[in-house]
């Protein structure tokens, strides 16, 4: 009797898995969504910029694709949306998913612009074992290299930040790397500002040229942590350089406390306030005294006037 | 005759005076060094004590002194103070919010309330007839020119160096002078026991995230102020599954999105999207901006009893 209660349990149980599993598949677009095609081209400068888009927006939930670190949401998981299973859909078919959104899953069409979801689509297909077609296009070749270093220049003046991208050969010689995006970043306080623009790719002598933002405030001595590094991880590995450079405006932090004011606590309170308040406690207690020490007087001035 | 009458009463009177003043001498002395004292009349005797590195060591009884401040000060003055330099800012992104909730949990469990009581609250909004409705997230303006300080008659709340409003339920006296000034209707009263009162009495009392809550205080939104002091986002912003909230440091011009992480500047985004705040006509000079319901993400056409619309 148990066993089989434990069995019908079971085959319940599996049952409802396999529903909401069957649900999850049958999004579906419609068949003119599917025929939308991609207008971009599966550039390195378009790929890179999909996969910016992507970590901003889609990573938090889907994980990184092909990595399959997908938050675990309950009833349907986010689908690993760098998988073969996924990128089965055509283009047409996931901008009108993104666009549309399902369940947990947001609606991107206000949020995201064309552009970017076209982006976004690009970076995946370029995890696409299957179209050979679109797999990454390298705008330049550049030679195998080692060692890959960033070089900073910063001129002070005109507060430009120029890096040096450049790798060792196998020949010992140190060559520029060219068509890299580099980002430049400066440390605030729960993040890095971008400040590296739409264009920081590296030209032939493997430099990209960023101009610091004339207005951005920084620290009392106008120092900030520069970071800039190679955007794409998958290029060289992880290749940073942080350096701390006074080009930010010094910026004194005022405290409001050093002012006196109404809202202050009492420390803090405004000298009118606290000497009008005193003053005033004093008269008050002034004239009580006063009253009260002519009222013992007077039987003192009656027996003198007896 | 009549002289020796006043005589005898005024010695009478600073006899006992003395007798009092000397007792409660004595007595205070032995309360509050009685230990030290007592170690103090045998010399050369040692005790065992653990240090803060979980060594034991071995100290003569005559070096002994009672700690003068406990961590519940501590934590006070700290509180109190607040990070010197900083000066903390919210965005909320109206056209983004969908009413998820998610910040409103997260917040209570931060800071130990039932579900219907509101650090942060979101709220169905619509201005005029005509008008399209939006939800808008409120949580306290921490305001630069606070009417709730103003009015606490025992330097309960109180304004930090960071721009942050805080309340010391410890001090809090529970005559909700502040409920009434604040125009944002920002701040909550514990009416009954808190939640959870029983499992977290023997917790220390954390000014910077008013738990554990006290029963008969006021209780308000923090900045998550315990977690701003780890670098992190407050619970609310990083709760948020929309990329609603940003938060950051006017004093940097940055503020980083919680659900993006995306940094940008504080002046452009306010700038380009026509950031305001609430009420300003009241002078009360908000830190939480607000970005208008322009372009929403997700729509609201104001029928709550539509189960579309709860998100």
Not at chain 1, 206 to 214: H, Y
Not at chain 2, 14 to 41: E, W, Y
Not at chain 2, 118 to 142: G, S
Request: glycine letters at 6%; hydrophobic letters at 35%.
């Amino acid at each position: 009797m148990k066993n089989a209660i434990k069995i019908i349990a079971s085959l319940f149980l599996l049952f409802a898995f396999s529903a909401t599993v069957t649900m999850a598949q049958k999004w579906s677009a419609p068949a003119s969504a599917k025929k939308k095609q991609n207008p971009y081209e599966a550039s390195t400068k378009n790929i890179s910029s999909g996969k910016k888009i992507y970590n901003i927006n889609c990573k938090s939930c889907h994980g990184d694709a092909t990595m399959g670190n997908m938050l675990p949401l309950q009833p349907v998981a986010p689908s690993d949306l760098g998988s073969q299973a996924f990128l089965m859909q055509t283009d047409g078919e996931i901008y009108y998913k993104v666009n549309k959104g399902n369940g947990a899953m947001p609606t991107f069409e206000k949020t995201l612009s064309d552009e970017d979801k076209w982006m976004v689509i690009t970076y995946l297909r370029s995890f696409d074992q299957n179209k050979k077609a679109s797999k990454k296009i390298a705008e330049v070749i550049n030679p195998e290299v080692s060692d890959v270093r960033i070089l900073l220049d910063i001129n002070k003046e005109d507060k430009r930040i120029i890096a040096n991208l450049s790798g060792l050969t196998k020949k010992g010689d140190r060559v520029a790397l060219q068509g890299i995006e580099l980002s430049v970043k400066v440390k605030r306080n729960f993040g890095y500002l971008d400040i590296s623009g739409d264009d920081a790719y590296t030209n032939e002598k493997g430099e990209v040229s960023v101009q610091f933002p004339k207005d951005l405030p920084a620290d009392r001595e106008g120092h900030v942590n520069l970071l800039v590094k190679v955007t794409d991880d998958a290029y060289y590995g992880e290749v940073i350089v942080d350096r701390i450079a006074s080009l930010g405006i010094p910026t004194n932090p005022v405290n409001p406390l050093d002012e006196r004011a109404m809202w202050g606590t009492r420390a803090n309170a405004p000298i009118w306030i606290i000497l009008s308040y005193v003053g005033g406690v004093i008269c008050i207690w002034g004239v009580i005294f006063l009253v009260l020490f002519q009222l013992i007087q007077l039987p003192k001035l009656a027996k003198n006037k007896e | 005759m009549k002289e020796e009458t006043s005589n005898n009463s005024r010695r009478k009177f600073l006899k006992s005076v003395g007798i009092t003043v000397s007792a409660a001498g004595v007595v205070s002395g032995f309360s509050l060094l009685g230990a030290a004292k007592a170690a103090a009349q045998e010399p050369g005797e040692t005790v065992n004590l653990l240090t803060q590195d979980g060594q034991l060591v071995q100290v003569d009884k005559n070096q002994l002194r009672p700690t003068v401040t406990g961590p519940l000060t501590e934590l006070q003055k700290r509180g109190r103070e607040g990070i010197a330099g900083k000066s903390f800012v919210m965005v909320i992104d109206l056209s983004k919010c969908r009413n998820a909730r998610k910040c409103m949990v997260a917040c209570q469990n931060h800071h130990q309330l039932r579900p219907d009581q509101h650090h942060i609250n979101v709220l169905q909004m619509q201005d005029a007839e005509h008008t399209a409705p939006y939800f808008m997230p409120k949580p306290c303006q921490h305001c630069d020119n606070p009417p709730c300080t103003k009015v606490c008659p025992v330097d309960a709340t109180f304004k930090r160096q960071d721009g942050i409003v805080l309340i010391d339920n410890e001090r809090c006296i529970g005559c909700r002078f502040c409920i009434a000034a604040c125009p944002y209707s920002a701040r909550i009263f514990q009416w009954t026991e808190p939640k959870d009162a029983e499992k977290y009495k023997n917790l220390t009392y954390n000014i910077e995230a008013n738990v554990p809550q006290k029963k008969g205080t006021v209780s308000k939104c923090l900045f998550s102020a315990d977690r701003l002091r780890e670098n992190k986002l407050p619970s609310c912003v990083s709760s948020c599954p929309n990329g609603v909230y940003y938060f950051g440091d006017q004093n940097e011009d940055a503020v980083t999105n919680g659900t993006t992480h995306e940094t940008v500047r504080f002046s452009k985004l306010i700038e380009e999207n026509a950031g305001y705040t609430l009420m300003p006509e009241l002078g009360t000079k908000p830190r939480v901006y607000y970005l208008p319901p322009k372009n929403r993400a997700f729509k609201f056409n104001g029928d709550l009893l539509n189960e579309e619309n709860l998100h």
